[in-house]
């Protein structure tokens, strides 16, 4: 089945009692049974649900996997998969990080004694050194949040399966409309369903796809036994967003291209990060693993003052000055005090997170408008 075919259909059936096309929100706790243990595949809904079920089971089809879990937050999900480690283990991260991945790891799980390394991983044979006896994971955002590095999952993926770790990707800024981690050698891929997958802003999710059944078990084994899960409404929501996903994505790509070619050209703006220039230094390794180069980019003000950042920030109409991404609105974002502000500064601008940076998530408007307000916004410095 083909992708924009997959995103309606995949894992998808009528619903068995009446034939509604699109699953009912089954919002109950739990289930009759006719005898003790006799159900008729649900028990409480914790456990399982099946609105959850439908979503789950899309979600492990559009990332081409076998499996889908569905959780109440990206967090969540994330939290989810550090469990399957133990006190002593170690993870390797990529250092440009969203921000609560580096607040969860840092300020929860050091403390209950798993240690994490926070690397560049531009250049995949970077990862090796770091590499020890108790190394279980590799954790990977691409394209990361918010300067838009591109990571060589394929390269990544070697040295996983060479050590025998498990690579986790968060795909939440490319989706699998633009890129999908498991053909390309990783073990797990997550998405914070807030963004791209539900689209329209309205709901807090998380998920996890995985191929292989083991880990899916021990995985499922966790979600059941923290329950950090979803509502049905919510589910719904996101399994109703992830059918338009292709449709959104598309614009999302197409407006974020006429964005960053504006900004690059005006004179008040310092850098542009957006993949699909020629000169980003990964550009090569996003045309290879990207179907195209999404609807998030990055910018810095000449001079990077502060100042002008907010001002800019101030006066945007129809981009919302908001934390977030991946919804059908533009959203402007100021990463130094709003998604970064948990990083320590030194920490940050060592990645480039710097005081004038600003965060753009194009949405599916008129790209004429988001145009015409960013150049208004920029003519008020
Ligand atoms: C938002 C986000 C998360 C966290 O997801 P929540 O749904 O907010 O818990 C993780 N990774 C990335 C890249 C994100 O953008």
Redesign the pocket.
């Known amino acids: 089945m083909e992708f924009n075919t997959k995103v309606i259909h995949g894992g998808q059936q009528h619903d068995p009692s009446t034939g509604a096309v699109m699953p009912p929100i089954y919002q109950t706790s739990t289930y009759a049974q006719s005898s003790p243990g006799v159900h008729k595949g649900y028990e409480y809904s914790r456990t399982g649900n099946p609105t959850r079920t439908a979503l789950e089971n899309a979600l492990a089809s559009i990332e081409n996997g076998n499996f889908g879990l569905a959780f109440g937050?990206?967090?969540?999900a994330?939290d989810a998969v550090i469990k399957l480690l133990n006190p002593g283990d170690e993870v390797i991260s990529t250092n440009d990080l969203?921000g609560?991945?580096y607040r969860l790891f840092t300020s929860i799980y050091e403390n209950y004694g798993i240690k994490f390394h926070f690397i560049g991983m531009d250049n995949a044979d970077n990862i090796e050194k770091f590499i020890h006896k108790n190394t279980k994971l590799i954790w990977v955002?691409t394209p990361t949040?918010p300067m838009l590095n591109i990571i060589d999952i394929k390269a990544v993926g070697k040295i996983s399966s060479k050590y025998n770790l498990k690579l986790v990707v968060?795909n939440?800024?490319a989706t699998p409309y633009l890129q999908q981690p498991l053909n390309l050698g990783a073990d797990i891929v997550?998405h914070?369903?807030?963004?791209y997958l539900g689209g329209h802003s309205d709901v807090?999710?998380?998920a996890l796809v995985v191929k292989d059944k083991t880990l899916a078990d021990r995985l499922y084994f966790i979600q059941n036994a923290s329950g950090a899960i979803c509502g049905p409404m919510d589910s719904f929501l996101v399994l109703r967003g992830i059918k338009t996903l292709h449709l959104r994505m598309q614009r999302h790509c197409e407006n974020g291209k006429a964005v960053a070619c504006f900004l690059k050209d005006h004179p008040k703006v310092e850098n542009v990060y957006w993949p699909g220039f020629k000169n980003h230094p990964n550009h090569e390794i996003a045309k290879a693993q990207m179907n195209d180069f999404g609807g998030m980019l990055s910018f810095t003000i000449k001079g990077n003052e502060y100042n002008k950042a907010i001002k800019i920030l101030e006066n945007l109409k129809v981009f919302t000055l908001a934390e977030?991404?991946g919804g059908v609105e533009s959203l402007s974002g100021h990463p130094a005090s709003m998604t970064h502000a948990s990083i320590p500064k030194e920490e940050r601008e060592k990645t480039g997170v710097v005081d004038s940076l600003i965060r753009l998530s194009v949405g599916v408007e008129s790209d004429k408008d988001l145009i015409a307000d960013l150049e208004n916004a920029l003519k008020l410095i």
């Open positions: 937050s990206g967090l969540a994330i969203y609560g991945t955002e949040n968060d939440t800024f997550m914070s369903a807030t963004k807090v999710m998380g977030s991404l």
